[in-house]
């Protein structure tokens, strides 16, 4: 069991929640970038840099990912990938993606893509806020008790 984060758009305060869960929890967290990433030193935190171009964070965590594994990511495509490998996946928002939702989110992806590239739609979410981060807070928490209960 380990926790694999798309590390390039992660925010930070997100990864700050995810270092301070592995030392807690005593969990390898590993972080995915095309670029280095600061963490604090632990034993449970690594960094993985892989080189720049498109979604080659995400390959590099779909071949490394193994079932029971929880991935943190905006990319919904990684995410049913990872989904239909046997992992959990989490968005920075706190939103599970499961083999229930998944064929529905990327529908919705595929579509707003299709209106930005149209000009129907412009801009991006809205900035992380407070409840946000505590629902992300709270998802990895319930997970983790999920996990260790497991292991007992």
Same mark, same amino acid.
């Given at each position: 069991?380990?926790?694999?984060?798309?590390?390039?758009?992660?925010?930070?305060?997100?990864?700050?929640?995810?270092?301070?869960?592995?030392?807690?929890?005593?969990?390898?967290?590993?972080?995915?970038?095309?670029?280095?990433?600061?963490?604090?030193?632990?034993?449970?935190?690594?960094?993985?840099?892989?080189?720049?171009?498109?979604?080659?964070?995400?390959?590099?965590?779909?071949?490394?990912?193994?079932?029971?594994?929880?991935?943190?990511?905006?990319?919904?495509?990684?995410?049913?990938?990872?989904?239909?490998?046997?992992?959990?996946?989490?968005?920075?928002? $706190?939103?599970?993606?499961?083999?229930?939702?998944?064929?529905?989110?990327?529908?919705?992806?595929?579509?707003?893509?299709?209106?930005?590239?149209? $000009?129907?739609?412009?801009?991006?979410?809205?900035?992380?806020?407070?409840?946000?981060?505590?629902?992300?807070?709270?998802?990895?928490?319930?997970?983790?008790?999920?996990?260790?209960?497991?292991?007992?």
């Amino acid at each position: 069991m380990a926790i694999w984060v798309d590390a390039d758009a992660c925010p930070v305060v997100i990864k700050e929640i995810l270092c301070r869960a592995a030392d807690r929890w005593k969990i390898n967290v590993t972080f995915v970038a095309n670029q280095p990433i600061k963490v604090p030193p632990s034993p449970f935190i690594k960094t993985r840099q892989v080189l720049q171009g498109f979604d080659v964070a995400d390959n590099e965590i779909a071949a490394a990912v193994s079932a029971g594994d929880l991935v943190i990511t905006q990319d919904i495509p990684l995410a049913a990938e990872v989904v239909e490998k046997g992992a959990d996946a989490l968005s920075p928002r $706190g939103q599970p993606f499961t083999p229930e939702n998944i064929r529905q989110r990327l529908a919705m992806r595929n579509f707003m893509e299709e209106m930005r590239s149209a $000009g129907q739609v412009t801009g991006g979410p809205p900035a992380l806020g407070q409840a946000d981060r505590k629902q992300f807070a709270d998802q990895l928490d319930r997970w983790l008790q999920k996990q260790a209960r497991r292991q007992s």
